[in-house]
């Protein structure tokens, strides 16, 4: 399962555990660029 991230859309890849490399915020992802780029500002980013 691949999901793009909500801000830059970038392809965001899953680990062997299916975990996403990323984060979820509500129904959206962000990948852990974005995460580490907005941190507390990500909600404000999603609007
Ligand atoms: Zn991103």
Redesign the pocket.
């Known amino acids: 399962m691949a999901d793009k991230?909500a801000?830059?859309n970038?392809k965001i890849e899953t680990t062997f555990l299916n975990k996403i490399n990323?984060t979820f915020i509500g129904k959206k992802t962000?990948?852990s660029?974005?995460q580490s780029k907005y941190k507390n500002k990500l909600k404000d980013e999603l609007k």
């Open positions: 991230c801000i830059c970038k990323g962000v990948c660029e974005c």
